[in-house]
């Protein structure tokens, strides 16, 4: 039995947090300077939910998830626990009443991503999930452009998301075990972040892909891993474009590397996370170097842009334009381009097609 969400009165959304990590932190930050109260958290244990709230000035701990779900003061909840708790978590948030901001992976199954976003529509909540690099400014002007056919008929890409975090085999991290983190690692963790770039960007899905995955360790602090560490991926797109993705937890020196540039038959553009002040365009005869400036933006990019030209915008300002997004929808608004649970039905098909792939060595036709 599900319970419709209530009405929220602009202005007061009350925000409950499950989880006590790195990730509750962010959201926690950008829930609180969109104007929200930090109402209550839960997490592994009271005691480190008690910690946690402590840190980030929550009102109150709840035991438990259920508890929290239950709490008739809390309009929003974000999930930022392990990849395979999301699925029961979302659903039981959806079921009692809540607005759900869930962490990707969404899920760790198609099917379970599916069943999500028909909870969702059933009880008419907002169920979004960060895909936040959709909130850099300079992302929202590369859109622009392509929409606008400045870049003329895309006819190929080239994107990685490279990381070194996972370099060692003494490196571990629950993301690791695949109970915990799913049976896609490298792929489900950052690839869907890159696929769901790609396709914002570009306007148009891949169509179909072939893969490769590596798992470099199968063993990591004397624990058996079965999830991959690197994915390269042939993809073409609905056009017809071409493209070749990498990702991967184990190249030395790239901390968060995440890059698109996309070929038409006029443009190139090129998009570097880390360095979000810039929007690279290249030409035959000249190219340029496009730096963030609400005064010439695209309106989408100006919407975004939140400090003048040359006072650099990051990470957390985009987390913080997603956030503020998911709140602004709770009210009642309509915000371009939320990133939903949809979109995590998305990533899930795509990582789905990924390991398929892999492992039969085949190209894959992409579900649409």
């Given at each position: 039995?599900?319970t419709?969400?209530?009405?929220i009165v602009?202005?007061t959304?009350?925000t409950?947090?499950v989880?006590g990590?790195f990730m509750?932190?962010?959201?926690?930050?950008a829930a609180?300077r969109?104007g929200?109260r930090l109402t209550a958290?839960a997490?592994?244990?009271?005691?480190r939910?008690?910690l946690v709230a402590?840190?980030?000035?929550?009102g109150?701990?709840?035991?438990d998830?259920?508890?929290l779900?239950a709490a008739?003061d809390v309009?929003?909840?974000h999930i930022?626990?392990?990849?395979?708790t999301h699925?029961?978590?979302?659903?039981?948030a959806?079921a009692?009443g809540?607005h759900?901001?869930c962490?990707k992976p969404?899920?760790t199954s198609v099917?379970d991503?599916?069943?999500?976003?028909?909870?969702?529509?059933e009880?008419?909540?907002v169920a979004?999930v960060p895909f936040?690099?959709?909130?850099h400014?300079?992302?929202?002007?590369?859109?622009?452009?392509?929409a606008?056919?400045?870049l003329?008929?895309l006819?190929s890409?080239?994107?990685?998301y490279l990381q070194?975090?996972?370099?060692?085999?003494n490196d571990?991290?629950?993301?690791?075990d695949?109970?915990?983190?799913g049976?896609?690692?490298?792929?489900?963790?950052?690839?869907?972040?890159?696929c769901?770039?790609?396709e914002?960007?570009a306007?148009?899905?891949?169509?179909r892909?072939t893969a490769r995955?590596r798992?470099?360790?199968?063993?990591?602090?004397?624990r058996?891993?079965?999830?991959?560490d690197?994915?390269?991926?042939?993809?073409?797109?609905?056009?017809?474009?071409l493209?070749t993705?990498l990702v991967?937890q184990?190249?030395p020196?790239?901390?968060?590397?995440?890059v698109i540039?996309?070929?038409?038959?006029r443009?190139?553009?090129?998009?570097?996370?880390?360095?979000p002040?810039e929007l690279?365009?290249?030409?035959?005869?000249a190219?340029?170097l496009?730096?963030?400036d609400?005064a010439?933006a695209e309106?989408d990019?100006a919407?975004l842009q939140?400090?003048?030209?040359?006072?650099?915008?990051?990470y957390q300002d985009a987390f913080?334009?997603?956030?503020a997004d998911?709140?602004?929808a709770?009210e009642?608004?309509?915000?371009?381009?939320?990133?939903?649970?949809?979109?995590?039905?998305?990533?899930a098909?795509?990582?789905e097609?990924?390991l398929?792939?892999?492992?039969?060595?085949n190209?894959i036709?992409?579900?649409?």
């Open positions: 039995m599900t419709e969400v209530a009405d602009v202005g959304v009350r409950g947090l989880g990590g509750a932190r962010v959201h926690a930050a609180r969109a929200a958290i997490s592994s244990s009271p005691e939910a008690q402590q840190e980030l000035g929550v109150r701990v709840e035991a998830a259920a508890g779900f008739s309009d929003v909840v930022c626990t392990p990849n395979a699925a029961s978590l979302a659903a039981a959806l009692a809540k759900v901001v962490e969404l899920a099917a991503a599916r069943a999500l976003v028909r909870l969702a529509q009880t008419g909540a979004a936040v690099y959709r909130y400014p300079m992302v929202r002007e590369a859109r622009a452009r392509v606008a056919g400045k003329g008929t006819v890409l080239d994107a990685s070194d975090w996972m370099l060692r085999q571990d991290d629950w993301r690791a695949a109970a915990a983190g049976p896609s690692r490298a792929f489900a963790d950052i690839g869907s972040h890159l769901d770039l790609v914002f960007v306007g148009e899905r891949i169509a892909l995955t798992r470099v360790y199968d063993e990591r602090a004397g058996e891993v079965s999830n991959e690197v994915a390269a991926l042939l993809v073409e797109t609905e056009s017809g474009a493209g993705l991967s184990m190249a020196g790239r901390k968060n590397a995440l540039e996309l070929h038409g038959t443009r190139s553009i090129r998009f570097d996370q880390e360095r002040e690279w365009v290249g030409a035959r005869k190219s340029r496009l730096l963030r609400p010439t309106p990019s919407r939140k400090v003048p030209a040359g006072h650099p915008m990051g913080d334009g997603f956030v998911v709140y602004a709770v009642g608004a309509a915000p371009d381009a939320l990133p939903t649970f949809a979109d995590g039905l998305r990533a098909v795509l990582t097609a990924v398929a792939a892999s492992t039969s060595r190209w036709e992409v579900p649409a």
